[in-house]
């Protein structure tokens, strides 16, 4: 027996029946994609690129002055009393700095304070100059594997007489442990000049006014003009008498006054 539904000509539009044959099938596809079969084959090791990213990655953690261990921890990595040395010198008179590189007036001081320049063989010129050939032409700074380029150009300058490798060794050796040297607050020298300027007895017009006899300081009375608020004209030598005169004398109850009329 035919479908009533077929025969109806309302119902048998072709775009209907295109429409339920696409939902059929968008059915059948879902169903397929719903539960993906479980595969039996094993899991493949890891390609040696992979192996490659991850040595490269534990090299540059190891670099950085860290290493990876178990659970994310972030281990210290020892480092030699060369680099220490480089590192103190680097951050000294500098707030921001971290340690990586150094700037020339510190590289300087470095030279200075651990004995490589002697005045002789080895120049404050001879430092600059080999700072500004071992550094890069866009940075102002060198890196630790630049500083160690550049003291074995001064090693061998400062030991002529020893190889290469010695020379090296003998200056690595000047700066290991060492850390930059800190002098004391520099003292002012008295002069003439100076004693001059300083001696308030000396001090002329309104200068003068800002000191008392004894050379201290008066203050804000000294630099400003104050006002007097007493109600007494300037130059008025007999502030406070009035309250002597109008005081009454004391004596015993009936007793005149301590003066008498003549007759």
Same mark, same amino acid.
């Given at each position: ?28 596809? !879902? ?131 020893? !190889? ?35 001696? !308030? ?27 007097? !608020? ?34």
């Amino acid at each position: 027996m035919a479908d009533p539904k077929l025969a109806d000509p309302k119902l048998a539009d072709p775009k209907l029946a295109e429409l339920r044959d696409s939902m059929a099938d968008f059915t059948v596809q !879902t169903a397929k994609h719903s539960n993906p079969p479980i595969s039996s084959t094993p899991l493949r090791p890891p390609s040696e690129q992979q192996s490659k990213d991850r040595a490269s990655k534990r090299l540059s953690s190891e670099s950085n002055g860290t290493s990876e261990g178990g659970a994310g921890s972030r281990t210290p990595v020892e480092i030699t009393a060369l680099e220490e040395s480089f590192r103190r010198f680097a951050i000294h008179g500098d707030t921001r700095a971290t340690g990586k590189d150094m700037h020339g007036k510190n590289w300087s001081k470095l030279c200075k304070d651990c004995g490589i320049i002697d005045g002789k063989t080895v120049t404050l010129t001879d430092v600059d100059i080999v700072f500004t050939k071992v550094k890069k032409k866009s940075c102002r700074t060198i890196t630790f594997d630049e500083f160690k380029a550049a003291v074995g150009e001064l090693a061998s300058k400062r030991f002529k007489e020893k !190889t290469g490798e010695e020379a090296e060794g003998e200056v690595f050796r000047m700066i290991e442990g060492k850390k930059p040297v800190i002098k004391g607050v520099t003292r002012a020298v008295a002069s003439p000049t100076v004693s001059r300027l300083t001696d !308030t007895t000396k001090f002329t017009g309104s200068h003068k006014e800002r000191f008392d006899e004894s050379g201290r300081g008066k203050g804000k009375a000294g630099r400003v003009d104050m006002v007097d !608020t007493s109600g007494y004209v300037a130059g008025y030598k007999h502030l406070g008498s009035y309250e002597k005169k109008v005081t009454k004398p004391t004596g015993p109850p009936g007793a005149g006054p301590p003066w008498s009329w003549a007759p």
